[in-house]
């Protein structure tokens, strides 16, 4: 398969499975509800040393936010219920309820799964806070010093969420792989489900499972797409191509995943991109397979 | 289940009617007929609901009250969960000893409400009558037509309560109710008591 002369590898992208949260983050202005989605998504990269993977999803309107203010949603992924629970604590915590004018939402109102987020970071009111009901839903009053933070009591979790979707961009050289990953994250940042959450959702430096010389390492370069090693290891690269780079999407569910490689990948089909392939691990790291090919095709 | 209950009075009454068990966590377990059935008195006569309320709608805990209710006093009272919406005025004893849920009176309240509070919240568009929250000990009363506030609670600061913002917006959404964009996004006075019976219960005034 080749789209405008870039081949499309016949592989599949491996994703497993993770539990997911939606924070949503109001504001006096979006200016303030950014500059703590910021924080709460800081080193957030990757499971794998970070605890969680986060980035913001999108902004939102007053018309979609809770109290009527400016917003934004960020998605927060963790291995399971428990994780999303002491990621979120950690971090709303320290990030948001630290942040001027910010209150706090769930974003998966629908969820059954439910962990309780509100309570326990309640606790710095020192009994001073206080809770109200509305809409059936319980929420926080924490004094602070410039009046109160607003907190929801318990955030769905989604746990059903994948994470590692990938696609690797292959090209002749660096400029073309950056080129092309960013016209893929310009045209997947902001679709709803998903989250790029890589510094502007891009990877240079993929991993394999455990590494080839280190036993402590859970996780090493992925050699066989180091540009500099196709002559010294067991390479996947062909000659010509001198520069990699990844896309890693996490959803909130597998449907997500799907329609943004679709779109990341038919942007990135780029003059200077010669083949577009994945990241698996032979179906051992998890139970999701995207297979490029028929994504591409429309189907899945 | 309906979405709602609404309870509508017939006719304009001149006699006080107190109501018992009109409560949004009540109604949420009766039927049609059973709300129909609650008790209620004319002065010295007992009566039921029915007899002065059309109902509509059973087994839901949103509540809507319908009417020229200045002279029907004790909704809400003792309620301890749910929601009630009094569209127009509301009697004496308005939520009186509640204790979870909230309540809305988009007119003014008589004398009494929330007295006697535990929890909840009592959000008052109109003019609050007198002694509102007293021997409150927890539960937030919303002013936002006018109050005489009670001596016995103070004034700690004025601010911008965010679940106020949150409330209202709720309310203009789920409801449909004329709240202005100024008392959304407006500041409040809160005040802390009851004094007479230590509590940490609350009026916040809006003052613009």
């Known amino acids: 398969m080749n789209i405008r002369g870039v081949f499309i590898e016949d592989t599949f992208a491996e994703g497993f499975s993770m539990a997911a949260a939606r924070v949503v983050i109001t504001a006096a202005s979006s200016k303030w509800s950014r500059a703590a989605a910021l924080k709460l998504t800081g080193f957030a990269t990757s499971i794998i040393a970070c605890k969680c993977e986060a980035a913001i999803e999108r902004e939102l309107t007053p018309d979609e936010t809770p109290d009527g203010r400016p917003g934004i949603s960020v998605l927060l992924f963790a291995v399971n219920a428990e994780g999303v629970k002491r990621r979120l604590v950690e971090r709303i915590g320290s990030t948001v309820l630290t942040c001027p004018t910010t209150s706090c939402f769930d974003g998966l109102p629908d969820a059954t799964d439910r962990v309780l987020v509100g309570r326990a970071l309640a606790a710095f009111g020192d009994k001073f806070q206080s809770s109200t009901v509305v809409g059936g839903q319980r929420y926080w009053r924490v004094p602070v010093m410039e009046g109160e933070f607003l907190l929801q009591e318990s955030f769905g979790v989604q746990k059903k969420a994948v994470g590692g979707g990938n696609f690797l961009i292959l090209a002749e050289d660096a400029p073309s792989a950056l080129a092309a990953a960013e016209a893929a994250v310009e045209v997947m940042d902001g679709m709803p489900g998903i989250i790029l959450p890589f510094p502007g959702g891009v990877v240079r430096s993929g991993s394999k499972v455990g590494s080839r010389g280190y036993q402590s390492m859970t996780a090493s370069t992925n050699d066989s797409y180091c540009p500099t090693l196709r002559l010294t290891t067991g ?14 999407i996490d959803g909130l569910d597998a449907d997500a995943i799907i329609r943004a490689l679709r779109a ?5 089909c780029r003059p200077g991109v010669r083949t577009i392939a994945a990241g698996n691990y032979g179906g051992n790291l998890g139970p999701f397979r995207f297979p490029l090919r028929q994504i591409m095709a429309g189907g899945c | 289940m309906s979405d709602v209950v609404t309870v509508s009075l017939r006719a304009p009454l001149t006699d006080p009617l107190q109501v018992e068990g009109l409560t949004a966590d009540r109604v949420a377990g009766l039927s049609e007929c059973e709300i129909a059935a609650l008790p209620a008195s004319l002065g010295a006569r007992q009566a039921r609901l029915g007899d002065f309320f059309d109902v509509k709608g059973e087994r839901s805990d949103r509540l809507r009250v319908v009417g020229a209710l200045k002279h ?10 749910g929601e009630l919406v009094i569209d127009g005025d509301g009697g004496q004893g308005v939520a ?3 204790t979870g849920g909230l309540v809305v009176v988009c007119g003014d309240v008589g004398a009494d409400a929330a007295r006697a509070m535990i929890a909840g919240t009592l959000v008052v568009f109109g003019r609050t009558g007198a002694r509102p929250g007293r021997g409150s000990r927890r539960g937030s009363i919303v002013a936002l037509g006018g109050i005489d506030m009670p001596v016995t609670y103070w004034c700690a600061c004025t601010y911008e309560p965010p679940h106020v913002r949150l409330l209202l917006t709720y309310l203009r959404r789920r409801y449909g109710l004329n709240v202005e964009d100024q008392m959304i996004g407006g500041r409040y006075r809160r005040h802390c008591g009851d004094a007479g019976d230590p509590g940490r219960g609350e009026i916040l005034e809006w003052v613009g």
């Open chain 1, 235 to 248: 390479s996947a690269l062909v000659e010509g191509v001198n520069a990699v780079l990844e896309i890693v």
């Open chain 1, 264 to 268: 990341g990948i038919e942007a990135a």
């Open chain 2, 72 to 81: 029907v006093h004790g909704v809400a009272a003792g309620m301890a969960g």
């Open chain 2, 96 to 98: 009186q000893g509640m």
